[in-house]
């Protein structure tokens, strides 16, 4: 059996965010494994860490991959990234998930195509833009 090396892989930075919902890991973990579940992925584990003063990471281990989020709340920016492999998962409808809750006032994303040779970087399609 051959398998694919193809995969997909959006990072996004956030601006204007809360405070207070870039600052709970709990939150924060909860939203990235229904962002997860949103685009079809398989959750493997979660690991999530609240920083003091401020801050957080939570990682979700995909089967296909993982998603990731590392915040500073008292800048309102949260950089968030979903790498996975093959296409049936596409990581764009968790981003957009994570997107859609957290409310930026704007945003900035890439996508990368890997796994199929040199990467290729492309401006994704994105639900929220920016907010006015």
């Known amino acids: 059996m051959e398998y694919s090396t193809f995969g997909r892989h959006v990072a996004v930075d956030t601006w204007g965010v809360d405070f207070d919902l870039l600052n709970n890991a709990d939150y924060l973990q909860t939203q990235l494994v229904e962002a997860a579940e949103a685009c079809g992925a398989t959750v493997l584990s979660v690991q999530s860490k609240q920083f003091e003063p401020q801050g957080a ?37 968790a981003i957009d998930y994570l997107v859609s809750v957290l409310k930026p006032e704007k945003t900035f994303a890439k996508k990368i195509i890997r796994g199929l040779g040199e990467l290729e970087v492309v401006t ?4 929220v833009k920016e907010l006015v």
Do not use: K
């Open 57 to 93: 990471t939570v990682l979700v281990l995909l089967s296909e991959s993982h998603l990731s989020i590392h915040t500073y709340p008292e800048r309102g920016f949260a950089a968030i990234d979903c790498y996975t492999c093959g296409e049936t998962v596409d990581p764009q409808l």
């Open 124 to 127: 994704p399609d994105m639900q």
